[in-house]
């Protein structure tokens, strides 16, 4: 069975005016997603990835359909706060998360609303910053730290609640590379190490080529999933669509397509480089 399930999800943000129709931004959306699997949710702005992710702990209900987490109904009042332990969920900008003025009251904020008792809360406070290698920051003011800081504080924060599941919606998208990196390497550590899954929304698409799965949203809809490689196979749907591909991918794309004999699918600098290397000896 899926750990994360839509089927044949709707939803509409109501409008505040009686006279204006409820704009419907999810179209009849069905996925699963398996326990320690590490997916991708692709798409331009306004496609409904972002809107999509916040259904996986009930953060939204929605409008038609259902939404499971490990078999529990998104749209039972009474699961709220279990299903909210299980999905953690990570915001763009870390500075919405943050509410304590030292590092380490900040990831335990958490766990003492879930009432956890003191000497089990010290003790998660310390994996989860151990976890993102932000141990040596616990007494710090998270104000003084830096953008991949901060984020990887606000992931600590959901560790702490030990979730089965962490739905990070475009976590890097305020970062500079550097932090970037930061934040990526601790995700993927995450999923190898603690076996936690993971739903990453993004607009990168470079960020998308480690993952075990790529979903590719478009007005509302599933407009492709699979592998990295079988979706960024497709570059010309992509490109339909107003979507990129990884650089490596359209590098490799254009030149086929001026007739030179290559491979169809670069993912990266060092397939690329394999795939350039025999055409420029030649």
């Not at 499971?68 to 909210?84: F, S």
């Not at 809360?121 to 920051?137: G, K, P, S, T, W």
């Not at 800081?149 to 976590?171: F, N, S, T, W």
């Not at 590379?177 to 390497?185: F, K, N, Q, S």
């Amino acid at each position: 069975m899926d750990y994360l399930s839509a089927e044949h999800v709707t939803f509409a943000y109501q409008s505040e005016s009686e006279n204006e129709e409820s704009l419907e931004v999810l179209h009849d959306v069905s996925l699963g997603i398996r326990k320690g699997e590490f997916v991708a949710l692709l798409g331009h702005n306004g496609s409904g990835k972002s809107t999509f992710a916040k259904h996986f702990n009930a953060m939204l209900l929605p409008s038609g359909g259902k939404v499971y987490v490990d078999g529990l109904d998104t749209m039972d009042e009474n699961l709220k706060l279990e299903i909210r332990r299980r999905v953690g969920l990570v915001l763009q900008n870390p500075d919405n998360q943050l509410v304590a003025s030292i590092v380490e009251e900040d990831v335990a904020f958490g766990p003492e609303n879930l009432g956890i008792a003191p000497p089990e809360i010290r003790r998660r406070v310390d994996d989860a910053l151990r976890a993102v290698e932000m141990y040596d920051y616990r007494l710090n003011a998270p104000y003084k730290l830096s953008g991949g800081q901060k984020q990887r504080i606000a992931i600590a924060g959901i560790i702490a609640m030990q979730p089965d599941c962490i739905v990070l919606d475009e976590p890097t998208a305020m970062l500079d590379p550097r932090g970037r990196t930061e934040v990526l390497d601790t995700i993927h550590k995450l999923n190898r190490e603690k076996g936690i899954t993971i739903v990453l929304i993004t607009h990168y698409m470079d960020e998308a080529v480690g993952a075990d799965r790529v979903v590719v949203m478009d007005e509302g809809r599933i407009l492709t999933q699979g592998t990295p490689r079988e979706v960024f196979s497709q570059v010309q749907l992509l490109k339909d669509h107003q979507l990129s591909v990884p650089q490596a991918t359209e590098l490799v794309w254009r030149l086929k397509q001026e007739g030179y004999d290559l491979p169809l699918c670069a993912l990266n600098i060092d397939e690329c480089v394999a795939a350039l290397e025999p055409l420029l000896k030649s």
